[in-house]
């Protein structure tokens, strides 16, 4: 079986490669190709820790598997990342242990490829300005996936702590493009495409500061009770996701679902756009919003990629098992 350590991931992993496994998968999933099994996730009663499993699998691209970890607050005090990750791929055919690969930067990678993936299949073509709420961790990778897919001439930002923007005004600065901290207002007017990666439990955006025919992709809501965005937005906008089970659960359309502002059978899957059965956006006024919960397939996708180019390369590590 290979090892892919955590410090390889970096030399190996490009945007343009976690978009192409994401969007594969999520076309997989759509087609019924691909499905990722029910999700574990427990407080373990040690070191405040909450621990669980992602696991699915592609019977297109024979990935079958599962990422475990999840969240160790006390990690930062002993100079670790609080979010650990480690991918685990089995061969498909015999169930053996294929491999064991780092899955803490393949987890921000595979999370910014998909409001990637929706950005490129339904935001207009003619996206000038960028809107990023949220300045944390994962701020950075979302702002260095979305540029490649529209020719941004702009970023704009906002961010609870303030005292954090500076990571965005960073990132922009690397990018080659103009940061400018503003207001929600400012923010709605102004941005073709949103990306909301953020903590909150509260809605952060109102439904009256986003204007037509933009994009948001909203990434931060992946647990019962988050949220981004305010609900009647979502009775407004076209609603596509990952995974529709997991949108109406725990994503941001939960709560448009318990207000019964929307219904499930109107959400649908950003696979569809990609494999053609769904229109997407048909005008360029529509408001789309991608629910981006964040699916075990897509850990495996960026696992398997990431695995056969260090077995390529060389450096993946084999070892007897
Ligand atoms: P982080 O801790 O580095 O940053 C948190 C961000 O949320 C900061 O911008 C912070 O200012 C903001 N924030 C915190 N509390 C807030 C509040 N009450 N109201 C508004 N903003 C608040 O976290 P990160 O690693 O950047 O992750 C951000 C979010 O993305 C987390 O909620 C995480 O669970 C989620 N996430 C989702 C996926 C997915 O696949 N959808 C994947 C990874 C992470």
Redesign the pocket.
């Known amino acids: 079986m290979w090892i892919v350590p955590e410090a390889a991931i970096a030399d190996l992993m490009t945007e343009e490669a976690s978009f192409a496994a994401v969007e594969s998968v999520f076309a997989a999933m759509s087609r019924g190709d691909a499905v990722n099994f029910p999700v574990i996730r427990e407080a373990i009663g040690h070191a405040d820790a909450l621990y669980g499993f992602k696991s699915g699998f592609d019977r297109a691209g024979l990935n079958l598997g599962l990422k475990s970890g999840g969240y160790w607050p006390g990690n930062m005090d002993k100079g670790l990342t609080n979010?650990q990750s480690s991918v685990f791929l089995f061969d498909a055919d015999t169930g053996q242990c294929r491999a064991v690969v780092g899955g803490n930067l393949l987890?921000a990678l595979r999370?910014a490829a998909?409001s990637a993936v929706s950005i490129h299949h339904l935001s207009r073509a003619d996206a000038k300005v960028l809107g990023m709420i949220?300045?944390?961790?994962?701020?950075a990778f979302q702002m260095r996936a979305a540029v490649k897919h529209r020719d941004f001439e702009k970023v704009i930002g906002w961010?609870?702590?303030p005292e954090?923007l500076s990571r965005l005004a960073d990132t922009a600065a690397e990018l080659g493009l103009p940061f400018e901290a503003v207001d929600l207002d400012q923010l709605g007017a102004e941005a073709d495409v949103i990306i909301s990666?953020?903590?909150?439990?509260?809605p952060?955006l109102m439904d009256a500061q986003v204007r037509p025919g933009t994009h948001i992709a909203c990434?931060?809501t992946?647990?019962i009770g988050?949220q981004e965005v305010e609900a009647t937005l979502l009775r407004r906008a076209q609603v596509f996701t990952d995974e529709i089970a997991q949108s109406v659960t725990l994503g941001e359309a939960q709560h448009a679902i318990k207000d019964g502002l929307i219904r499930a059978d109107t959400i649908s899957e950003l696979g569809a756009v990609i494999n053609g059965t769904h229109p997407g956006r048909t005008s360029a006024d529509d408001i789309t919003l991608f629910d981006?919960?964040?699916v075990g397939l897509q850990d495996l996708a960026v696992a398997s990629a990431a695995l056969e180019l260090a077995i390529q390369r060389g450096t993946a590590i084999e070892v007897d098992f």
Do not use: V
Request: hydrophobic share 30%.
């Open positions: 979010h987890t999370t998909a949220g300045a944390g961790h994962q701020s961010n609870l702590h954090m990666i953020t903590s909150s439990f509260d952060i990434m931060g992946d647990t988050k981006g919960t964040g």
